[in-house]
Nanobody, 114 residues
């Protein structure tokens, strides 16, 4: 069992930045993929970015060049640095980990005003 707790969401103006954090209840980065997803009202949940145990990262086209996923082994925490935010980035952002099983966090709201 793994618990994930997201934080760092909030209200920001277009062009601004936020850094989301996802703290895992135990050390899993050496074995599990870690990802950020988001779900806007009325839309399906979509992958934003993920990082593999080997450190390979992958981004949705909408996130490339603006978002950066990273992790801190000492804190069991994965981050999503979001720059140049747009109103269309408004969504609930979820952290997910997966290997043989998958676990989700509760989500954190990001609202970008125009």
């Amino acid at each position: 069992q793994v618990e994930l707790v997201e934080s760092g969401g909030g209200l920001v103006q277009a062009g601004g930045s936020l850094r989301l954090s996802c703290a895992a209840s135990r050390s899993i980065f050496s074995f599990n993929n870690m990802g950020w997803y988001r779900q806007a009202p009325g839309k399906q949940r979509e992958l934003v970015a993920f990082i593999t145990p080997g450190g390979v990262t992958n981004y949705a086209d909408s996130a490339k060049g603006r978002f950066t996923i990273s992790r801190d082994y000492t804190k069991n925490t994965v981050y999503l640095q979001m720059n140049s935010l747009k109103p269309e980035d408004t969504a609930v952002y979820y952290c997910k980990t997966w290997r043989l099983q998958e676990y989700w966090g509760q989500g954190t709201q990001v609202t970008v005003s125009s």
